[in-house]
């Protein structure tokens, strides 16, 4: 008998990698989700085994994967979508007999905060100084230009340099940004993913040379013990278990220090895996109750990315309620 998992988030690069990473393993029968029936990575998996899903912010999201659970008789539940995470770590116990393979919730909304998150990793001292706009931040005797960006935000939205104190006290003071040290140096993303302790098994840092649409997708892989150190503190601070990206960037001074993590599989996960850290699979074995390694290396390598169109019949395309099916005037 083979473990049943299944893989939501499928039209994104992170579900993508995940589905074909766990595709290799002959011990697993993986079903892919995506709340959109044109997402690529549902179609990597036979017919029998692709499912629609709710939008993750829908009230019916985790009630329908509780469904999925006994119907499809699931053993664990692999998330690659932030809204779907924070909504199905806060109601884990409802998918029982299945397992989720996610962090706590303390520690997904703590990542998903920049401003809890760079208060809850201060005591490492990798953080920039980082505090509200507004009052706060213009008590500060800040070294200028300081770096402005939305305490909940992604995809670089909304972040702007803030190049001295006139722009600093021009700062809309209702749109929940938060201020930052000016960090001029390097940019690095570091795959990381702790064990069931919270011990960190791997800290991969890669590069992103080219990125598209908030995903990189050329780089390569960075063996530095600085870096690797720096992320592991981060997640320990925030008591990861399983899988984040932890951005670090250099500061004035050339260290590294916090940019900000993401609390999920990064979407260059097929450059961490060449690497030899295959963090999908590690990951499907930390919830399955298995012992991770204590150390596993990785060596340097880079990746490049290319499109590749996967031919459908017209009759096995899933058509879903939510998203995809209508053309847009
Ligand atoms: N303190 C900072 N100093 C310089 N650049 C920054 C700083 N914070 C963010 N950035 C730039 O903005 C980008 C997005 O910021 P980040 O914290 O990664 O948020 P998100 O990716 O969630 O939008 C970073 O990749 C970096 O280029
Ligand atoms: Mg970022």
Redo the contacts with the bound molecule.
Sequence with gaps: MTTRVLVTGAGGPAGVAVIRSLLRRSDLTVFAADMDGWASGIYLVPPAQRRLVPPGRDDDFVPAIARMVAEDDLDLVISTVDVELIALAGRRDELAPAVLAAPSAETLHTALD?LALAERCAPTGLT?RTVLAGPDAEAVDWEFPV?A?PRQ?????G?RLVPDRAALEALPGDEGLIV????PGE?YSVDVIADAAGAIVAAVPRTRARVDSGVAIAGRTVRDPELEETAASIARAIGLVGVANV?L?RDRTGRAVL??VNPRFPGALPLTIAAGVDIPSLVADLFLGRELPVRIPFREIASVRFLEDVIVEIDDVLVSDHAGHQEEL
């Design positions: 920049k920039p770096f960006k935000g992604a995809g670089s939205r972040v930052q040290d000016f960090l940019e951005q960037r940019l900000e």
